[in-house]
């Protein structure tokens, strides 16, 4: 059977083939096939299909990253023992005779960067362990990057009723950036009337940079729509936008032009100040902790909030979006920095991301903009005032949860209601 899906195409090679072949009418309902087969199975990229294994791979410049997930017992049958320490000569040679990958005649090099255990959760077994195994495979010639044979056999060697599930994670040429965008290969796994075990041919589009800068836009749109502390943090600041201080409190609504020239003032401070440290973040020329970043994103959603209730930083918003704007530019550098790219790819991903977040601010700016028109009301202090209380309980509760590194009372009921 074969596939093209969006930036990928490959066959399969195996069962198919003893049945004959396969023509579908077109190359939508050949991927919709496979995707609904691999749902059948209980397989995705994300939530582990136990007890099967999940490879996913990433398409760099260079080489392909990888890593697999295998569950715990299934890996102890296959090798007939308790596994032990995994980080061992055994189970490094164990697995790179088990993943490799070959175009024609010449052979990939294969590299096993990691070994580690994880617990895991299912709803169909509850909590169970399983192996993670980092790989890297290495071509012969860079030009072969994107069309091999992948022979993997791990655990199905051994354990008949095994299957992997193979996907694409990343492909920065076909604007494929995002995990839960994940493309499906397809599944490796015993042949049974052959009694074999048949490799994955894999023939991925070449794709173009303006793929990859699309990908980066959309990923730049998503952080955004799903980063509500970033959405907060900006929306306490621009509720005050219309308003003026009257005896150390906010007064009425000051007009259309007073109101939009704050609300575009304080959106390039903050578009300026995290542009910045994206693009310093991004090129790992600064180093950071997370945690202390994530805190510290927090401390501004809170410091904006009570200047919302009442004026503190009055005439100053446009300083402290901008300054505030250089944390949140950090946290969102954090998408960016892992990317193995080479220069010129890595500034169109910068420029892609930044757009993509631009757009998004836009958008919520744009929707935004009306309620700030409604200062004149009557009922705008109190609308504004139950927002700002409300984002400073929450974002409180935040800053101990990123101190602490685990959920509290407030945040464990906000995030089951998202």
Known sequence: MEYKGAG????LTGAQKNMGQIKLPAAVISKCILTGAMFVLGLNAVAHPMPNSV????VLEKWISGEVKIPLLELESAIGRKAGELDTDFFREYFESHIQAVSGKRTWHTEIESLSTITDTSPFVGEYQEVVVHFKL????????????FEYDAVIHQVITHRALVFVQYDWNNGLQDQSDSEPLGVIGL?????????LEVHLEEGSWINGVKGMFLLGMKHIREGLDHILFLLTLLLIAPLTIEDRKWSGYQGFRYTLERFLKISLAFTLGH?????AGSLNLVDFRVQYVEVLIAVSILVSAVNCVKPVFFKKE??????FGLIHGLAFSISLSHLELGLGSKLLSIVGFNLGIEAMQLIIMACF????LMSKWKAYPAVRTAFAVFTIILSTAW?????????????????KLL
Request: cysteine-free; hydrophobic content about 45%; charged content about 15%.
């Open 275 to 279: 542009s910045i440290t994206l693009l």
């Open 8 to 11: 990928s195409n490959f066959s």
């Open 55 to 58: 490879v996913s791979l990433s």
């Open 318 to 323: 446009v300083f402290i979006a901008g300054g």
């Open 399 to 415: 800053i101990v949860e990123r101190i602490a590194t685990k959920e509290n009372f407030i945040t464990a009921h906000f995030n």
């Open 369 to 372: 903009l009306p309620m700030l």
């Open 191 to 199: 042949d049974v009337p052959s009694g074999k075990i048949f490799p």
């Open 138 to 149: 290495t071509p012969p010639d860079a030009r072969l990057l994107r069309h091999f044979t």
